[in-house]
């Protein structure tokens, strides 16, 4: 049921009530600077360990280049021997365990 509006001019309620709430820069808070600082470091924190980890990733497989050319010119000493050898000569080359794995690493 609906007030009647007779004699009453303005009828303010709580709804009508102004506030500065919406107008403060969010920016000049200190507590919300020191919140956007926080994560800022945060951040570099984590991209800090992505970067190492990245790098350690092409240590690695900059190893197994070199692992990879030892072998190779290793097997083509072989191929150049047997050319010339009895094939009771050749020796047999056993492979080599590889030092550095990496492996998978899994955190909680």
Known sequence: MAIPRTNI???RGLQDIRTH???V????TPYRTHLKLS???LEKVRRGKEKESALQRVKNIDARFQE???QKARLL???AKQKDANPSDVP????QPRL????IKIKY
């Not at 820069?25 to 000049?28: I, L, V």
């Not at 047999?92 to 492979?95: F, L, N, R």
């Open 100 to 103: 550095n794995t990496g492996g």
């Open 9 to 11: 001019q303005n009828i």
């Open 92 to 95: 047999v080359i056993m492979p």
């Open 77 to 79: 000493k072989v191929l």
């Open 21 to 23: 709430s919406g107008r």
């Open 39 to 41: 994560y800022l470091e």
């Open 68 to 70: 990879i050319e030892v």
């Open 25 to 28: 820069d969010q920016e000049a």
